[in-house]
């Protein structure tokens, strides 16, 4: 059998109670050395076959599995925060299809929620945004134009971009001629969840420049939008006065005129 495993954004203790138990069992652990935690690796038993796929092709990863399920093992595949992001999963699994071999997948904590956390943030804040846009520029890997960071930022909610923060520059210009207004709230958190992490909180207009003064270019998250701000409206769900399948709102006091 093979999982494939969200190691969390770092903390190894991120990573959930199933992910670790399948680490414990395991006779063989492919993982991705550029970002996922060593620390989570001491889980494993002293036999288990540890494989970095920092230096892998696909091919070579499905080779190590297919030779691992020629005896009944437990395989696991150990992607950084949660593999449904930029995991590359998707070809893995359906080469394992293609070849009858039975896998799961075992959710992780991604690091937008990492990020998050480190911020004391909420994306979906009541009167500010009820939408979250996860994207990254355009790479080596290239982007849909309708989903270029220009065209989403006009839509104006909070958005979390990944694998950019080499691109600062280009970045921050995307995202004010898209139309986020140059004071809009941003941060950039660096190895969110890491004793190392680091957290910038600035505003669009500057978000290069704190970048580059932190000497910030990559494993790292760049965060925009007004949750980032201090303004939004209390939310209904806790309001004394809001009545759900759950709890009876008070009357409203009457107001004596
Ligand atoms: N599957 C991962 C994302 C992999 S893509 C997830 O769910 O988080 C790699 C990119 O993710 C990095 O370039 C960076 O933008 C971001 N990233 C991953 N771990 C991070 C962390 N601990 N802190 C900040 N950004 C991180």
Known sequence: MIYFIGAGPGDPELITVRGQKLLQQAHCVIYAGSLVNPALLALCRPTCRIHNSASMTLEEVLEV????????SVTVRLHTGDPSMYGAIREQMDRLDEGGIPFEVVPGVSSFQGAAAALHAEYTLPGVSQTLILTRMAGRTPVPEPESIRNLAGVGASMVVFL???????????????????DTPAAIVYKATWPEEKILRTKLSDLAHAGREAGISKTALILVGGFLGSAYDRSLLYHPLFTHGFREGEKAPVEES
């Open 65 to 72: 599995m297919l030779e691992m399920e020629k005896t009944a």
């Open 164 to 182: 950019s923060a080499g691109m600062l520059e280009q970045l921050q210009q995307e995202l004010l001629a898209g139309g986020y207004a140059s």
